[in-house]
């Protein structure tokens, strides 16, 4: 039995609305999904009436984009009740800075000779989670640009012309929040990081010293084989090894739920493991 413990919905950047996400979940009999949008809990309450009414159960998540030591990092927190609480409330204000940014990407595009406006950005959004996902659709709704890939890879991406900073957590304040708000932290697609001068095995021990439960071994985009090596990095260093999709519906195209590009599989044990490190 399988389950999938990352899932985007368009509470964030995902395309599916979170209910949707939830059935298309039970229709492949996943035992369990965790729903991780970016900064926003919103999607929460609609997958899980959802899930009321079907086999599968749904668990709360969130996923942050964290700094350590000037390295950037994914984490995901799981048991992350939606309302008032340590992270919870942190989540607003990193919604505030998604805000200021898209202000000044949209600006920078707009000397770039791109004329949209934040109004094309908050219109290809039904959620409350905003970013370059969003300012993508955009761009090729205006018919500049023919999918978010091409608008990451020649505008928005990391470095790019049209790219700016936001507000982050340390990953050290992260994986504290979480804990303080009863929930547990893993790392996701651990090798989209770029460790520096430091190594991942180190990265993975130093945040495990804070409070860190698992890192992402299973995802779509690791070879089997990359899978196996980091499940094994993760027993040595005690952490879980857990795992998902990333589905973002049509935001990434070819992305299944449940299964990746076809050959993943997230076991029941790795839900399991993680609840048992619930604080
Ligand atoms: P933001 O959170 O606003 O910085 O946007 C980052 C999000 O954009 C990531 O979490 C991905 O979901 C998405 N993303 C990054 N690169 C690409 C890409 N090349 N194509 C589609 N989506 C992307
Ligand atoms: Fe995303
Ligand atoms: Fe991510
Ligand atoms: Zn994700």
């Given amino acids: 039995m399988a389950v999938d413990l990352h899932l985007h919905s368009s509470a964030s950047d995902g395309?599916?609305?979170?209910?949707?996400v939830v059935e298309k979940a039970a229709a492949i009999q996943l035992t369990a999904i965790a729903l991780t949008d970016h900064d926003t809990l919103s999607g929460i309450p609609a997958a899980r009436a959802a899930a009321r009414n079907l086999p599968i159960e749904l668990i709360p998540g969130v996923e942050l984009s964290v700094d350590h030591d000037g390295v950037k990092i994914h984490m995901l927190a799981y048991f992350i009740e939606p309302g008032p609480g340590p992270l919870q409330d942190?989540?607003?204000e990193l919604r505030s800075g998604r805000g200021v940014r898209n202000h000044q990407i949209v600006e920078r595009l707009n000397r770039l000779g791109y004329p949209i406006t934040i109004d094309d950005v908050l219109r290809q959004s039904s959620g409350d989670a905003v970013g370059r996902p969003h300012i993508a659709d955009a761009l090729v709704a205006a018919g500049s640009m023919s999918d978010r890939a091409q608008a990451f890879r020649e505008l928005l991406g990391d470095g790019g012309p049209a790219y700016f900073e936001r507000?982050?957590?340390?990953?050290?304040?992260?994986?504290?929040?979480?804990?303080?708000?009863?929930?547990?932290?893993s790392i996701a697609h651990p090798l989209t990081i770029n460790p520096g001068d430091s190594s991942l095995r180190r990265l993975f021990e130093d945040l495990r010293d804070v409070g860190l439960a698992g890192i992402e071994a299973y995802y779509s985009?690791?070879?089997p084989h990359i899978r196996a090596q980091l499940a094994d990095v993760a027993a040595d260093l005690g952490l879980v090894a857990t795992g998902g999709s990333?589905?973002?519906?049509?935001?990434?195209?070819?992305?299944s739920i449940g299964t990746g590009r076809g050959d993943?599989?997230?076991?029941?044990?790795?839900?399991?493991?993680?609840?048992?490190?619930?604080?």
Avoid: M
Wanted: a negative charge.
């Fill in 15 to 20: 395309t599916d609305p979170p209910e949707i």
């Fill in 90 to 92: 942190r989540l607003g």
């Fill in 167 to 185: 507000d982050r957590l340390t990953a050290t304040d992260a994986i504290e929040l979480a804990t303080a708000s009863g929930g547990v932290t």
């Fill in 221 to 223: 985009e690791h070879l």
């Fill in 246 to 255: 990333d589905y973002h519906g049509t935001g990434k195209p070819d992305l």
């Fill in 264 to 279: 993943l599989v997230v076991r029941d044990s790795s839900l399991e493991e993680l609840r048992a490190r619930r604080p």
